[in-house]
């Protein structure tokens, strides 16, 4: 008698059907907060923080950062109101991430981040970290709370 879930036939596991590497962006006026999915998409891992410096710059640590990782898309938070109209710095953001989608040949996916960066304060808060931490690492929490959504989103999930 073969137990549960043990009936392997000695065949290696099958490759997932399709790979996909999705950036997720959380910019702002200073900082750039960077997260990444893994390969499946399931999951939104955060990469770190980038400073900003001019636009030009910016654009080029952020398609090595792609290239790096061979993104296939790109999410993006862009700021709106609690009415739903534009934050008022969503149209550098955008013009910023359709620049990085077209440098790198990849669609660019605008996802509403109202709330985003509270949110990431919560859950930094409820993991005790010290507010010199929290400001160190709140904006990659952001752009992987953005991005973990889009990838909910995706699959379904509400």
Do not use: K
């Given at each position: 008698?073969?137990?549960?879930?043990?009936?392997?036939?000695?065949?290696?596991?099958?490759?997932?059907?399709?790979?996909?590497?999705?950036?997720?962006?959380?910019?702002?006026?200073?900082?750039?907060?960077?997260?990444?999915?893994?390969?499946?998409?399931?999951?939104?891992?955060?990469?770190?923080?980038?400073?900003?410096?001019?636009?030009?710059?910016d654009?080029?640590?952020?398609v090595?950062?792609?290239r790096?990782?061979?993104v296939?898309?790109?999410?993006?938070?862009?700021?709106?109101?609690?009415?739903?109209?534009?934050?008022?710095?969503?149209?550098?953001?955008?013009?910023?991430?359709?620049?990085?989608?077209?440098?790198?040949?990849v669609p660019?996916?605008?996802?509403d981040?109202?709330?985003?960066?509270?949110?990431?304060e919560r859950?930094l808060?409820?993991?005790?970290?010290?507010?010199?931490?929290?400001?160190?690492?709140?904006?990659?929490?952001?752009?992987a709370?953005?991005l973990?959504?889009?990838?909910?989103?995706?699959?379904?999930?509400?």
């Amino acid at each position: 008698m073969t137990p549960v879930g043990s009936a392997w036939n000695g065949a290696p596991p099958s490759p997932p059907s399709q790979e996909i590497r999705i950036l997720g962006l959380d910019v702002g006026e200073r900082r750039i907060g960077l997260a990444v999915s893994d390969p499946l998409g399931f999951t939104a891992q955060g990469l770190g923080v980038l400073r900003r410096h001019s636009p030009a710059e910016d654009l080029a640590r952020l398609v090595a950062v792609g290239r790096q990782y061979r993104v296939q898309e790109i999410v993006v938070g862009l700021p709106r109101h609690l009415d739903g109209r534009p934050g008022q710095l969503a149209p550098g953001i955008w013009e910023l991430a359709q620049a990085l989608g077209e440098a790198l040949g990849v669609p660019v996916i605008p996802w509403d981040e109202r709330l985003s960066t509270q949110e990431a304060e919560r859950v930094l808060l409820a993991a005790d970290l010290s507010r010199r931490r929290r400001r160190q690492v709140v904006d990659q929490v952001a752009a992987a709370l953005i991005l973990q959504g889009y990838l909910d989103r995706r699959r379904g999930c509400p």
